[in-house]
């Protein structure tokens, strides 16, 4: 499978807890976001990497969430002392870089999260 | 801040009719608009648009831009089970005459296709 590739699928955690997911790009995409989504909303931007560099971050992001891409390859988004409120599907997508044109991104299967 | 509106929200037919989605969209510096599929997982792409009246079409899916107007509609003709899904249309951020994928979401049309 070539595609962008998300673990877990699924997590279930203890309000409190962290939780980390991980996410692999399609090979030589060097463009990575995440989003959340929750129902009955279209995704939400968390935030973008260019190879390591980690660009922008949405101010849904608080201090609790945490993303890296350390080789510029794979990412990990993690979550420090989930809430309830933190439960949603965390979709991981890539692009490649072809300058000023755009270029759809692709998606992975997403990890639902569910904090209990 | 980039802005994007779909309509309706959900949708039910029955096999064999035609639906028409709608986006209309608020960016500063447009340049595409694009149409993901999502069945309960990952969206699919479906179409990027970027000139106005020209319509992209994909089997029974086509659609087309209105850049005048700021909207765009998705057509799905003789529809089938198997089209059941949220729609989302979605605009790239633009910063600086680039555009690096961000993506600004409708809030998707649920569309529901009883046999």
């Known amino acids: 499978d070539t595609g962008v590739s998300q673990d877990p699928r699924h997590k279930i955690t203890k309000r409190g807890q962290n939780v980390t997911f991980r996410c692999d790009p399609i090979?030589?995409?060097?463009?990575l976001y995440w989003y959340r989504q929750t129902l009955g909303q279209g995704p939400e931007f968390l935030t973008y990497?260019?190879?390591?560099?980690?660009?922008?971050k949405s101010r849904l992001l608080s201090d609790r969430f945490s993303a890296e891409r350390p080789k510029g390859s794979f990412s990990t988004l993690e979550i420090q002392r989930t809430e309830q409120g933190d439960s949603a599907m965390y979709l991981c997508?890539?692009?490649?870089?072809?300058?000023?044109?755009?270029?759809?991104?692709?998606f992975g299967q997403g990890t639902r999260l569910t904090v209990v | 801040e980039d802005k994007v509106v779909q309509s309706p929200l959900s949708l039910v037919v029955h096999e064999g009719d035609t639906v028409t989605l709608n986006c209309s969209y608020e960016?500063?510096?447009?340049?595409?608009l694009l149409w993901y599929k999502q069945e309960k997982k990952a969206p699919t792409f479906l179409f990027m648009l970027?000139?106005?009246?020209i319509e992209k079409k994909s089997g029974r899916l086509s659609s087309i831009l209105d850049k005048k107007e700021l909207f765009s509609i998705l057509n799905i003709t003789a529809t089938q089970t198997g089209d059941s899904a949220v729609y989302l249309c979605?605009?790239?951020?633009?910063?600086?005459?680039?555009?690096?994928?961000?993506?600004?979401f409708g809030q998707g049309t649920i569309l529901t296709v009883h046999p």
């Open positions: 997508a890539s692009s490649p870089h072809r300058g000023p044109m755009n270029t759809e991104a692709f």
């Open positions: 090979s030589e995409h060097n463009r």
């Open positions: 990497f260019q190879n390591e560099a980690q660009l922008e």
């Open positions: 960016v500063t510096n447009f340049r595409s």
């Open positions: 970027t000139s106005s009246g």
């Open positions: 979605a605009v790239p951020h633009n910063a600086g005459g680039t555009s690096y994928g961000k993506l600004t």
